[in-house]
């Protein structure tokens, strides 16, 4: 008997199992080109690593821009003591309490993974206060079961060595949710990639571009929109499924397996994005033409590549759609497959809807 949502679990299962932490992508830019190339008419990687694949349109000059980040957060090596244990520094946004007691792979020179463990002294001969306290990635160190720093660089382990969590995809609960690692945004990319295979031909061009060192500053949205130019763009990423026992209900962000999350507004202080209303209403409307099941959000911290390509050149008419994530920056995220089809079908409907007069009624201010 096949699975529910099997097709797009396994896809989920092949981008979340390797690693490609921010500035380090390449083998999962492997996956997407082998993933993108039977269907794109054309493929390209920019200077930076993005992937922009191409479905050309029939009958105008006008771009969407759908985007997705290729990148995880992570670890570097920073420094081995005499001893063989490994120091690290965080790339992206990782704390401390995500770290202790994990597995993690760590890959050589020669992309080969050696596995070790987050050590941090035991609480039987830690000081009481010490045993409050989260411990500072100072204090925190990998043990790859080596005994010298010489025995670490022989297995072609070194400062700038990446880290990732060792954790595999998994189905829990009724099957049709899913934990693992990176899934922020290997689950936006899965959906990316679905959308883009189901979009037929359109009258304007559809980007599908996947992004790199979103994690760190949202760098690969910004140089390939430039380059792009797109009217209109959509990314696809995670947002806060904050709807467990440790938050009160009211201050619920948005639902696990409850549909897409189309943003409204994200970001502190200005950082972030307001999503043009015409779009956000446009995309409603495709949503209930299509009985697509959806939520709207409003989240205070956080942002996603639409912030990035919403400010190119001129302005960018930009909105995101999330897929609900619990435990977001973790080893364990928690996501719904019902949720990532759903946001596939929402991103694919919404790009073969988009023609060049809805383009011109998004971008056009006309002064009476």
Known sequence: MVKA?????????????????????????????????SYADSLEVDSLGNVIAIKRGSKSSRKIMIAAHMDEIGLMISYIDEKGFLKFAPVGGITERTLLGQRVKVATKDNKIIKGVIGLKPPHIMKPEEAKQVPDFSELYIDAGFFSKDEVLKNGIGIGSIVTFDRELERIGNGDIVTGKSLDDRAGLAAMIQAFKKIDKNEVSIYAVATVQEEVGLKGAKVSAFKIEPDIAIALDVTIASDVPSIPEGSWICKLNQGPAIKLIDGQKGTGLITNKKLLEFVENVANKYNIPYQLEVLTGGTTDASAINLNREGVPSIAISIPARYIHSPVEVISLNDLEKTSDLAAKVASEINEKTILNLINQKIK
């Open 5 to 37: 949502n099997e097709e797009i679990f396994e896809l989920l299962k092949k981008l979340t199992s390797d690693i490609g932490i921010s500035g380090y992508e390449d083998n999962i830019r492997g996956i997407v080109i082998d993933e993108l190339k």
